[in-house]
């Protein structure tokens, strides 16, 4: 049953990366780990797989539509990824099994990844539930900082797996002026270069099982085309704002479990 239910959630997070132009992918460490059984760190590497493959095929969609700044994107791109690939070579692969012990307090690195990973959906969904829109800055952003800032939002993405929309569709707007529906639309494509190149930086530090990988990113590629035909139909502002709601209980509930379980 708890089979089902984890491909199931792969045409969900497919059908929310449609939907929303981001946010789905926030579901795939929880679906794999809790539904699936996967160790974490296999998790995090195969979520950036699976998120990659289906924000692929979303920016084909997106592109299509005009929605895609591909100049700005690989510009984008090219900090986070470097910063992702090398996570997911050397750092996470060199995080010790047992990172401290505080007395009885014992911190694992399964532990540290999940936790981590809560705060980051916890961000993610206060993003989503917030009313405030991004505007447009006047300034003129500095480009050492803004390099810097992709950087570490790559690190992030690295160590949990997580497609990272939440902190790059305010980056697009903020700092490279993108009108809304093309920051998301760009988003979507810098998640697939992202993604997938980080992956590439998990290959030979873990085994992976090809065929369910295949299998599960072709649900959620299902689910991406049908969440961009839905988005038709759909408002998208509510839409967005209850999966906030979800996703904030899920942080919740994962924090729950790995403190106090």
């Known amino acids: ?42 998790a ?5 797989f699976i998120v990659g493959t289906t924000s692929a095929f979303g920016t084909i969609q997106n592109y299509r539509k005009g929605l895609v700044e591909l100049k700005t994107g690989v510009k984008f791109a090219l900090p986070s990824l470097i910063a992702i690939y090398l996570t997911r070579k050397l750092i996470v692969p060199r995080i010790p099994e047992i990172i401290f012990t505080i007395g009885e307090i014992t911190v694992t690195k399964n532990f540290f990844i999940m936790a981590l990973f809560a705060i980051v959906m916890l961000l993610a969904a206060l993003s989503m539930i917030s009313d405030k829109k991004a505007e447009k800055s006047t300034a003129m952003p500095n480009a050492m900082i803004t390099i810097l800032q992709i950087f570490v939002v790559g690190i992030i993405i690295g160590l949990v797996g997580a497609g990272g ?85 899920m942080s919740i509930l994962i924090l729950t479990k790995e403190v106090f379980l």
């Open 1 to 42: 049953m708890e089979e089902f239910f984890g491909y199931f959630g792969a045409l969900i997070i497919g059908l929310v990366l449609g939907l929303t132009g981001g946010g789905g992918s926030i579901l795939t460490v929880p679906v794999l780990v809790y539904l699936l059984g996967i160790n974490p760190v296999t």
């Open 44 to 48: 995090t590497a195969y979520s950036l």
């Open 165 to 249: 929309g939440f902190l790059i569709i305010p980056a697009l707007v903020y700092l490279a002026k993108l009108p809304m529906k093309k920051a998301v639309g760009t988003s979507i494509f810098i998640i697939a270069i992202n993604s997938l190149i980080g992956f590439t930086g998990d290959l030979g530090n873990i085994d992976i099982d090809w065929s369910f990988l295949f299998i599960f990113s072709f649900i959620s590629i299902l689910g991406i085309f049908a969440g961009i035909y839905l988005n038709k139909f759909i408002n998208e502002k509510n839409l967005k704002k209850g999966f906030g709601w979800f996703v904030l209980t």
